[in-house]
């Protein structure tokens, strides 16, 4: 039996490091994707550059949805936002933190390694699990929510108890499952669903000024006329990268 339980544990982690991996991978090839927009259309404006960017965005997110449907390649949306974080943070320490002050690189690397510990902890933490329901079977479980409401009506404050497919669990206060953040919003972690969630809109508008005041100072031509690199297409990038995060986010 204990045989039978490593091979599945080994499954499950081979399952979980390939994932990784092309999250990992889609995040690259994303990102430097999106450097093709400030690299061709430098003479445009922000105004024309972020649409072009959602556009491109798009096209890459239904070329996933393809990969996916006929390879069978999955990427794990968690680990796509936490090497997103990271790339971006990449970039900061690599070419951004030349041209900035040191107190607003110390800000921002603060800012990025708390939201690196509150991502673990929304990813760990217990949404308010229904231990005593987890048992139901799955049809069972989506047939039962209004007895399941009336039980736990009482003992929990009229709060509502929902059943998420994801978790395969009751929640109490079941608000909705993020995919991002890979866990269910409830009762116990929605504060610090929202804590993060204003944590990631605080660092992209801080990684959005410093990188507005790296382009400002370099344009697609400069004044002796070399075009910019790919290091300063970057940055612009994954300005444009953040400012639709946020747009996305307070949305």
């Known amino acids: 039996m ?16 390939g994932r990784c991996m092309i999250s ?7 990102q430097f994707a999106l450097s093709i927009v ?16 959602a556009l491109l965005l798009l096209v890459l997110l239904g070329t996933g949805r393809c990969c996916r449907r006929f390879l069978g390649v999955y990427a794990s949306a968690p680990a796509i936002v936490f090497f997103n974080l990271l ?11 030349k041209v900035i002050s040191p107190l607003m690189g110390v800000v921002l690397n603060g800012e990025i390694v708390m939201l690196i510990i509150g991502l673990y902890s929304i990813l760990s933490s217990d ?3 229904v231990t005593s329901r987890s048992s139901c079977s799955d049809n069972h479980a989506e047939d039962s929510f209004s007895e399941v409401e009336a ?3 009482g003992s929990f404050s009229l709060r509502r108890v929902r059943y998420c497919k994801s978790c395969k669990a009751y929640v109490k206060g079941f608000d909705h499952h993020c995919p991002a953040f890979g866990n269910c919003i409830g ?13 990631f809109v605080i660092t992209e508008a801080s990684y959005i000024m410093d990188s507005f005041k790296f382009a400002t100072k370099f344009q697609k031509m400069d004044e002796t006329g070399q075009e910019t690199s790919l290091s300063e297409n970057l940055v612009i990038s994954t ?13």
Not at 4 to 17: A, E, F, P
Not at 24 to 30: D, E
């Open 239 to 251: 300005m444009l990268f953040c400012l639709l995060q946020v747009l996305w986010q307070v949305l």
């Open 38 to 53: 400030p690299r061709f259309f430098a003479a445009s404006s922000l105004l024309i550059q972020l649409p072009l960017s």
């Open 187 to 199: 009762q116990k972690n929605h504060v610090l669903f929202m804590v993060l969630l204003v944590g």
């Open 24 to 30: 990992c991978i889609s995040v690259f090839i994303t």
């Open 151 to 153: 039980h736990f009506e």
């Open 87 to 97: 790339f971006i943070w990449g970039v900061y320490i690599v070419i951004l933190r």
């Open 2 to 17: 204990s045989v039978l339980d490593d091979q599945k544990s080994m499954r499950i982690s081979l399952k979980l490091i």
């Open 127 to 129: 949404p308010g699990f």
